[in-house]
């Protein structure tokens, strides 16, 4: 039985970007959530230094080499609509 490598690489990349929007998204919403249950300081304070320091940390790593290189075959024709967002070899 063979296994695919190249689709399995696409979708490990794709996993890691939805991984990194959810965490995003939760902790925007964890913000929102102490504010109006009247945890101000807490919000303020914790929350939303904890969400910019996640966003930093994940565009510093975005840097060259951060996304791995992957070869596109005719294997994964369901990820074309986000080839532009990898390092992307036609194979």
Do not use: C, H, W
Request: proline share 7%.
């Amino acid at each position: 039985m063979e296994v695919l490598s190249d689709s399995i690489y696409a979708m490990l990349a794709v996993s890691i970007m939805v991984g990194i929007v959810s965490l995003l998204l939760a902790f925007a919403l964890k913000v929102v959530n102490a504010y109006r249950g009247g945890e101000r300081d807490l919000a303020i304070g914790f929350y939303v230094p904890l969400f910019f320091f996640f966003l930093f940390l994940v565009l510093a790593l975005m840097g060259p080499g951060f996304i791995p290189v992957i070869r596109i075959g005719e294997e994964t024709p369901l990820l074309q609509p986000l080839y532009p967002l990898f390092n992307a070899i036609e194979a």
